[in-house]
């Protein structure tokens, strides 16, 4: 079975650091691209991160550009997200998901973590 | 980027109603269109990929149609386990998209 955990959520002041992880299991993770997705608070989803299986590529949406970084580990089956100079628009729900085979739809997410950015 | 919008944004409906919610995009897509459900407080789950094909466990009272600009999303015949937010999502090309997303909730 897929499994996908995030950690790492918590409470950050504006212009502080966060790294988030999400650990898998139940597959072959390197042979997987990944991606992070996040949903601030009774809000849509918005793609943010993406990366491939070797660990390029890597894709970021233009609100994240230059702030974040996606990463992998794939001895450790483990993907990351570096955030830093948060905003207060950056507080959301944050998931892994993994991108299905082929195609750049996710096909399994993770529960989330929680990042709030307030002073 | 691509833009894309469903409608309604809110959905009213009883057990046993057929339901639609339409996708468009800002421009065409093919047929790389995703649609989610997602409960409250629970990660989306993928119930239809390449706008049609539905995914492996979803039960077949979901199906989605279109191409290009165009999609539907319908539920055949609605069950009490159907209440929740659906997103569209296309995957045409980066950046990948989300729709802003449609509550079905209970009448």
């Known amino acids: 079975e897929v499994q996908l955990v995030e950690s790492g959520g918590g409470l950050v002041q504006p212009g502080g650091s966060l790294r988030l992880s999400c650990a898998a299991s139940?597959?072959?993770?390197?042979?997987?691209?990944m991606n992070w997705v996040r949903q601030a608070p009774g809000k849509g989803l918005e793609w943010i991160s993406y990366i491939t299986g070797s660990g390029s590529p890597i894709y970021y949406a233009d609100s994240v550009k230059g702030r974040f970084t996606i990463s992998r580990d794939n001895a450790k089956n483990s993907l990351f997200l570096q955030m830093s100079s948060l905003r207060d628009e950056d507080t959301a729900v944050y998931y892994c998901a993994r991108r299905t085979g082929g195609y750049q739809y996710f096909d399994s997410w993770g529960q989330g973590t929680l990042v709030t950015v307030s002073s | 980027d691509i833009q894309m919008t469903q409608s309604p944004s809110t959905l009213s409906a009883s057990v046993g109603d057929r339901v639609t919610i339409t996708c468009r995009a800002s421009?065409?897509?093919?047929?790389?269109l995703a649609w989610y459900q997602q409960k409250p407080g629970k990660a989306p789950k993928l119930l239809i990929y390449?706008?049609?094909s539905l995914e492996n466990g979803v039960p077949s009272r979901f199906s989605g149609s279109g191409s290009g600009t165009e999609f539907t999303l319908t539920i055949s015949s609605l069950q009490p386990d159907d209440f929740a937010t659906y997103y569209c999502?296309?995957?045409?090309?980066?950046?990948?998209?989300f729709g802003q997303g449609t509550k079905v909730e209970i009448k």
């Open positions: 421009q065409s897509i093919s047929r790389w």
């Open positions: 390449e706008a049609s």
């Open positions: 999502q296309q995957y045409t090309s980066y950046p990948w998209t």
């Open positions: 139940g597959f072959t993770f390197s042979t997987y691209s």
